[in-house]
């Protein structure tokens, strides 16, 4: 097989049980093998599929202070955003935590459970590809640690309350989680026999350069409204108190809650703005065909791929505090500008990480890896 990273040919050995096979030059896992790992993603993915049906008819958080009470369910929560004219924002917490982790689990049942009946099921490699591109916009995980921080910001200032749903949601984030550890593209193109892509694709530096430096100038430019504008605005008996994502994070600080504050600032203004800078340089390396530090370079690629996602803990916390926190005069939270302008960035961030050609830090010009080696 041809690695995914580096585009280096390698032959693949008969692996044991949790053996993983890694590509000799750049160090990218090729594959892992589980035994039994079929039955195991067949129950795993049932059982989280059950655990996100049942997150949805009841109560996911309440909100209660002089006198007052709110609670949510999850598809209420994207309706009040919808009514507070922030659909785009609906949308976008709808698909990252409920269609695409639903999809992927769907993809799964359909793909094993027609398998362990002695069945190919239709357009199998179709389905593998689709999978696996849609994989990394599920958010479920960050998502419910967006509901954890979300909780701690109002729980001086209110009674919260956790419904059956959040519990349900809980045990389905774990599911998947343990789910996904046992997908492994290969071994799934391997027991449907079908052809594994060997052929070498053609680099076309050019193209990709350009996407991503387009990229990553828009992400510059929603950047600035991002931590300019207020992310969202609080209402206590009138009063209006516009919060941005800095200020945010200095009011977690100054309530205590310093582990909170130092993920929030990682996540909403460290993060983007290391994976902005990380980029350029990567592409700016290979656009200047560069052929050095190879190993640091694609490490740096693979940091910018892992935590790209995990800066929209921010905006679906201002989701879950507009959806929650709806007492009129007493206390409301409404969103701001900047929380459209932030999803756009993560959003374009993770966009420019995969426009950019990882083969292109390994990509001589004018020469064709042909080399071979076992792993």
Request: proline share 4%; glycine share 4%.
């Amino acid at each position: 097989m041809l690695c995914h990273e580096c585009h280096y040919r390698v032959t693949l050995p008969v692996l044991t049980h949790k053996q993983a096979a890694v590509c000799p030059r750049c160090g990218f896992q090729l594959t892992v093998y589980h035994h039994n790992a079929r039955q195991r993603i067949l129950a795993l993915a049932t059982t989280s599929l059950i655990f996100l049906l049942a997150s949805l008819p009841f109560e996911f958080l309440s909100f209660s202070t002089s006198g007052q009470y709110q609670s949510i369910d999850i598809l209420g929560s994207l309706w009040i955003l919808v009514e507070k004219d922030y659909a785009l924002l609906a949308v976008v917490q709808a698909i990252a935590v409920l269609i695409l982790p639903a999809f992927v689990l769907i993809s799964l049942l359909y793909l094993l459970v027609p398998l362990s009946l002695g069945v190919r099921p239709a357009k199998a490699q179709l389905v593998i590809k689709t999978l696996f591109k849609l994989l990394p916009w599920t958010m479920a995980e960050i998502f419910l640690i967006g509901v954890l921080v979300s909780l701690i910001k109002i729980v001086s200032m209110a009674d919260v309350g956790l419904g059956l749903s959040f519990y349900a949601y809980l045990f389905f984030t774990i599911s998947m989680t343990i789910t996904l550890l046992y997908v492994d593209k290969f071994q799934l193109e391997k027991w449907f026999e079908s052809e594994i892509e060997e052929q070498h694709i053609p680099i076309n530096p050019s193209h990709s350069i350009q996407t991503t430096w387009a990229l990553l100038f828009t992400s510059v430019l929603l950047y600035i409204p991002a931590n300019i504008l207020p992310i969202m605005h609080t209402y206590v008996l009138g009063s209006e108190e516009p919060s941005t994502i800095l200020g945010g994070v200095i009011l977690l600080w100054k309530m205590g809650s310093y582990p909170i504050a130092v993920i929030i600032f990682i996540a909403s203004v460290f993060v983007p703005v290391a994976k902005i800078v990380i980029l350029c340089w990567l592409n700016y390396s290979v656009q200047a065909k560069q052929i050095h530090a190879n190993n640091e370079r694609i490490f740096w690629y693979r940091f910018t791929e892992f935590v790209g996602r995990w800066s929209m803990i921010d905006v679906f916390v201002v989701a879950v505090l507009v959806s929650l926190i709806q007492l009129g005069n007493i206390m409301s939270v409404l969103p701001g500008h900047a929380a459209l302008a932030f999803c756009g960035v993560v959003i374009c961030t993770m966009l420019a990480a995969m426009s950019f050609d990882s083969r292109l830090i390994w990509h001589k010009p004018g020469k064709l890896d042909k080399g071979e080696n076992t792993v």
